[in-house]
């Protein structure tokens, strides 16, 4: 688990020096990051704010979900009068790039298509398949019955904590240092029988956590911000089949305000175990 | 032939078509309908705020084409938009086996389905002369 957590990190590091190094041998390139089709962030330079990658992602969502029509993407190019936009996949990530309109597309196609598979396959036979980390685990029926979330109306208060204070009490949960943490999107999650106090994530997000902590019902989570703002709340899996596969975390909106973060904004998500 | 009449017929009878259409759509249109012939090309979907015309060769893609064309069309909004790319002259997704190239014209959201080795420089030359 905790190697798990060190590829990642690892990968992380490496593509994003990757791409910074891509912009300074090619300066036409404006931004640059990549994501996985369940639209996780893997890497992005330091020109782009998070919150611009969160929301180009999201805008992908539609074309992405019926690629299948097409055959899959390979690509995608937008024109402006300003500059251009190209996407590319590659071992299953997107590689997006943002140019002047005066870029030399062959130029920095050659050494994006160069470095970064390069890149890709040297910290594939170093750490082998830490991008797959999040990838599904065999299904498990998690659909809860309409009467237990009946049961769940009444709330519990909120145990807020900011990131400055992290003594907890060592008889109450404790956190286990070794499970992983996942960036999750928020989306909204609203109606009337929904419990302000629970959120809801992929059930195969759930099972895995589920299974490296040796087989221990996930009832809560903490969610951090990158402000440093954390706060654990139940949680419960994602019920609706379109959130399902996407990196998604759906918030109530009393949550989301405890946060202040909003719908579209990526978040840390880490287990809490007892 | 007769299949392509059909979907066209189907999808006007759906939406609310303009009473007078206005005549740059029936240009458009036309376009469309000289473009539906140039090789490798399989279709293409059409559509403004009043009225749409699907002619594809396989009926049975017009939702998920429908739905690709629109959410291109998003898509390149949002990213011209955060990253300054000023007007979005077109935006072309390449899949495996087919390519859709989509822009707009005035009001008009086009996109124009192909064969994955069709060339798009004669169709945008086309439809940016409109």
Same mark, same amino acid.
């Given at each position: 688990?905790?190697?798990?957590?060190?590829?990642?990190?690892?990968?992380?590091?490496?593509?994003?020096?990757?791409?910074?190094?891509?912009?300074?041998?090619?300066?036409?390139?404006?931004?640059?990051?990549?994501?996985?089709?369940?639209?996780?962030?893997?890497?992005?330079?330091?020109?782009?704010?998070?919150?611009?990658?969160?929301?180009?992602?999201?805008?992908?969502?539609?074309?992405?979900?019926?690629?299948?029509?097409?055959?899959?993407?390979?690509?995608?190019?937008?024109?402006?009068?300003?500059?251009?936009?190209?996407?590319?996949?590659?071992?299953?990530?997107?590689?997006?790039?943002?140019?002047?309109?005066?870029?030399?597309?062959?130029?920095?196609?050659?050494?994006?298509?160069?470095?970064?598979?390069?890149?890709?396959?040297?910290?594939?036979?170093?750490?082998?398949?830490?991008?797959?980390?999040?990838?599904?685990?065999?299904?498990?029926?998690?659909?809860?019955?309409?009467?237990?979330?009946?049961?769940?109306?009444?709330?519990?208060?909120?145990?807020?904590?900011?990131?400055?204070?992290?003594?907890?009490?060592? %008889?109450? #949960?404790?956190?286990?240092?070794?499970?992983?943490?996942? !960036? +999750?999107?928020? *989306?909204?999650?609203? =109606?009337? /029988?929904?419990?302000?106090?629970?959120?809801?994530?992929?059930?195969?997000?759930?099972?895995?956590?589920?299974?490296?902590?040796?087989?221990?019902?996930?009832?809560?989570?903490?969610?951090?911000?990158?402000?440093?703002?954390?706060?654990?709340?139940?949680?419960?899996?994602?019920?609706?089949?379109?959130? %399902?596969? #996407?990196?998604?975390?759906?918030?109530?909106?009393?949550? !989301? +305000?405890?946060? *202040?973060?909003?719908? =579209?904004? /990526?978040?840390?998500?880490?287990?809490?175990?007892? | 032939?007769?299949?392509?009449?059909?979907?066209?017929?189907?999808?006007?009878?759906?939406?609310?078509?303009?009473?007078?259409?206005?005549?740059?759509?029936?240009?458009?249109?036309?376009?469309?309908?000289?473009?539906?012939?140039?090789?490798?090309?399989?279709?293409?979907?059409?559509?403004?705020?009043?009225?749409?015309?699907?002619?594809?060769?396989?009926?049975?893609?017009?939702?998920?084409?429908?739905?690709?064309?629109?959410?291109?069309?998003?898509?390149?909004?949002?990213?011209?938009?955060?990253?300054?790319?000023?007007?979005?002259?077109?935006?072309?997704?390449?899949?495996?086996?087919?390519?859709?190239?989509?822009?707009?014209?005035?009001?008009?959201?086009?996109?124009?389905?192909?064969?994955?080795?069709?060339?798009?420089?004669?169709?945008?030359?086309?439809?940016?002369?409109?």
């Amino acid at each position: 688990m905790e190697v798990n957590n060190v590829n990642n990190e690892v990968y992380s590091f490496a593509l994003k020096n990757t791409l910074n190094e891509i912009q300074n041998i090619c300066p036409d390139i404006k931004n640059s990051f990549m994501f996985k089709d369940n639209g996780e962030i893997i890497a992005g330079d330091e020109n782009t704010p998070e919150k611009v990658v969160v929301r180009v992602i999201d805008s992908f969502d539609g074309i992405l979900e019926k690629a299948d029509a097409i055959g899959g993407i390979e690509g995608i190019t937008l024109e402006g009068n300003k500059g251009r936009v190209n996407i590319s996949c590659m071992n299953d990530l997107y590689l997006v790039t943002v140019t002047s309109r005066k870029a030399d597309m062959n130029y920095i196609n050659t050494v994006t298509h160069v470095l970064i598979p390069t890149i890709l396959k040297l910290l594939e036979k170093i750490h082998p398949a830490p991008l797959k980390s999040n990838q599904p685990q065999p299904e498990i029926e998690t659909e809860i019955a309409s009467d237990e979330e009946l049961e769940e109306e009444e709330e519990t208060p909120f145990k807020e904590t900011l990131a400055e204070e992290p003594e907890e009490d060592p %008889e109450t #949960k404790t956190l286990l240092p070794e499970l992983p943490v996942n !960036q +999750l999107i928020i *989306e909204n999650l609203g =109606g009337l /029988l929904v419990p302000s106090d629970t959120v809801r994530i992929d059930s195969d997000l759930l099972s895995q956590w589920e299974e490296l902590s040796g087989s221990m019902k996930i009832e809560e989570v903490e969610a951090e911000t990158f402000d440093g703002k954390t706060l654990r709340c139940k949680v419960k899996p994602i019920k609706d089949s379109k959130y %399902e596969g #996407k990196g998604i975390i759906r918030m109530p909106e009393k949550i !989301q +305000l405890n946060l *202040e973060i909003e719908k =579209g904004e /990526l978040i840390r998500v880490k287990p809490v175990v007892d | 032939m007769g299949k392509k009449k059909k979907i066209v017929q189907e999808v006007t009878v759906m939406t609310e078509p303009l009473a007078v259409e206005e005549s740059s759509v029936d240009d458009l249109r036309g376009c469309l309908l000289e473009i539906k012939e140039y090789d490798g090309v399989i279709g293409y979907i059409l559509r403004n705020s009043t009225s749409a015309a699907i002619d594809l060769k396989d009926p049975t893609k017009v939702i998920d084409y429908a739905i690709l064309s629109s959410s291109s069309l998003d898509a390149s909004e949002v990213l011209s938009k955060d990253f300054n790319l000023g007007t979005v002259k077109s935006i072309i997704v390449d899949g495996k086996d087919v390519k859709m190239l989509s822009l707009t014209v005035s009001e008009n959201r086009i996109s124009v389905f192909m064969d994955k080795k069709a060339s798009c420089e004669k169709i945008l030359k086309k439809l940016h002369s409109l």
